[in-house]
C-alpha cells in the first residue's frame, strides 16, 4: 500500500490564483481531513470527511473548499489565494471501525502564496 | 475553543538518557490522546495512544502517562537514541462533532551525542 498520498510537495501561487492539494489514500479508511501548520502552531483541522459524498468544516475552513465523491480520494481547494494561506498541509486518513484508531497523514504539500 | 499544549518548547537530552515530554489539556472531556513523532520534512506519525479510561500504556522504548485530575499527558522515551531527534505532538479527539484532532504546538527535541 501507498498510504497516503499528496500532490504536488510544493507549490507558490499569486495572491488570487485557484488550485487544488491533490489526496489520495489506498487504505480504504472512510474517515479523512486536511490540516494546516503553521510555524510555532500545531496542526489545525481544516475540513474532514466521515465518508464519500460528505463533508463537514473543521476549525479553520474559511476559503477552502473540498467534495469526497470517491473513498479514495478528498482534494482541497484554494478558490482565490491569500499570503494568509501559506502553510504546509496534511492530508490525513483512518478507517471507520471504532472511534479510537491510527490516523495515517500524507508527506505533506508546502505552498507559499506571494 | 479549548486548546491542547506543551509545556517546552525545546528540550534537549543526552543520547542514552530517558527523555520525558509533557502536555497538558484543558478539555476535561477530551477521551482519547495520542502523540505524535514528526520529523524534518514529514508528515505526523503516530506513536502511542491512550484513552481515558486508562493512566498508562507502554509500547517500544515508549511510555504514554495521563493523569486526568490534573489534565496532564506525558511521553516517556527510554534509552533516547539519535532517531528520537524530532518534533513530538500530543493530540486529543474530544469526540465531538468534529472528526478530527486537536494539537499541541509541538515540543521539539534534541539529542546530544
Known amino acids: 500500500n501507498a498510504g497516503v498520498t499528496q500532490t504536488p510537495k510544493f507549490q507558490v501561487l499569486k495572491t488570487g490564483q485557484s488550485m487544488t492539494l491533490q489526496c489520495a489514500q489506498d487504505?480504504?479508511?472512510?474517515?479523512m481531513s486536511w490540516y494546516r501548520q503553521d510555524p510555532g502552531m500545531g496542526l489545525r483541522l481544516i475540513h474532514y470527511?466521515?465518508?464519500?459524498?460528505?463533508?463537514d468544516q473543521g476549525e479553520v475552513p474559511n476559503g477552502y473548499n473540498v467534495s469526497r465523491s470517491t473513498t479514495e480520494d478528498f482534494p482541497l481547494r484554494l478558490l482565490s489565494a491569500a499570503p494568509s494561506q501559506t502553510s504546509v498541509y496534511f492530508c490525513?486518513?483512518?478507517?471507520?471501525?471504532?472511534?479510537?484508531?491510527?490516523?495515517?497523514f500524507g508527506p505533506g504539500t508546502r505552498l507559499t502564496v506571494l | 475553543g479549548e486548546s491542547v499544549g506543551l509545556h517546552l518548547p525545546t528540550l534537549s537530552v543526552q543520547e542514552g538518557d530517558n527523555s520525558i515530554i509533557n502536555c497538558a489539556y484543558s478539555?476535561?472531556?477530551?477521551?482519547?490522546f495520542i502523540w505524535y513523532k514528526q520529523e524534518s520534512g514529514k508528515g505526523p506519525q503516530f506513536i502511542i495512544d491512550?484513552?481515558?479510561?486508562?493512566d498508562k500504556r507502554q509500547g517500544q522504548r515508549v511510555t504514554v502517562l495521563l493523569n486526568k485530575t490534573v489534565k496532564h499527558l506525558s511521553l516517556q522515551i527510554a534509552a533516547t537514541q539519535p532517531g528520537d531527534s524530532a518534533v513530538y505532538f500530543c493530540?486529543?479527539?474530544?469526540?465531538?462533532?468534529?472528526?478530527?484532532?486537536?494539537f499541541g504546538k509541538g515540543t521539539h527535541l534534541i539529542i546530544q551525542p
Open positions: 490525513a486518513s483512518r478507517s471507520d471501525r471504532g472511534l479510537y484508531n491510527e490516523q495515517f
Open positions: 487504505m480504504n479508511h472512510e474517515y
Open positions: 470527511s466521515v465518508g464519500a459524498g460528505i463533508t
Open positions: 478539555n476535561s472531556a477530551s477521551d482519547y
Open positions: 491512550i484513552r481515558s479510561n486508562m
Open positions: 493530540a486529543e479527539n474530544s469526540g465531538g462533532g468534529a472528526d478530527g484532532l486537536t
